[in-house]
């Protein structure tokens, strides 16, 4: 079904269940198995591993595959879970995911699912996220900061030519609202830049005007 439309999330729905179901069955029939010896190496009952691999090629054949990329943001806290991840494997997972996104998103800035999985990620950062959807677990304020400077500079990029692309403002105002949260100040984020971001999406997305209404009075501009 998935090589006929790759991005049918009810496909991607139902190999979830036929997945969770082999999963289900082979640790079944690893609980009736007697293993002699206690160094055995016993198979992997989980298929987190191949499905993440699978979200990946799915990705790299079609960018915009939202349903993959939403099945990857539910396998990562899994995959690390099951991976006793370190600290360090966690910061170097989530590098490398914004590395991932950001080629996909200068690649295609107008596509709507890829600034979804960005903004994922980024919400993964905030104090306020759960600890089991966390990707890195132990960041400072500082790290914090350090992470949403680098992404709101390299989204800013982004407008060099693709000035009338909606997505790029949104992804800005959001990045300095978690910006402004952990009391940045205004170093890579001005007053006058967000007001003229609101004024373009504004004259962009007038359907949504009173979204952008809401946003500039919610930021105090």
Known sequence: ML?????????????R???????????KLLSKTEVGDDQQEKPQTSM??????????MIKTNLSNFSAWHNRSNLIPRLLAERNATSRQRRELLDQELEFIMQALYTD?????????????MTTLS???????????DLTNKDREE???TQIEMVK???DGTDDC???????????????EVDAGNKVVTTKEMTEWLDKLEALDPLRKGRWVDLRSKLGL
Not at 48 to 57: D, G, H, L, P
């Open 3 to 15: 090589s006929y439309d790759s991005r049918n999330f009810h496909a991607w729905q139902y190999r």
């Open 17 to 27: 269940e036929v997945v969770g179901s082999l999963e289900t069955l082979t640790q």
């Open 48 to 57: 987190a591993e191949q499905e993440f691999e699978y979200t990946t090629k």
């Open 109 to 121: 800035p107008y596509d709507q699912s890829l600034w979804f999985y960005h903004q994922y990620l």
């Open 127 to 137: 104090p306020t996220c759960p600890e089991k959807a966390k990707i890195v677990t």
């Open 147 to 149: 992470y949403l400077e």
């Open 157 to 159: 990029d982004m407008l």
């Open 166 to 180: 909606k997505w790029i403002y949104q992804g800005l105002l959001t990045l300095a609202e978690q910006y402004l």
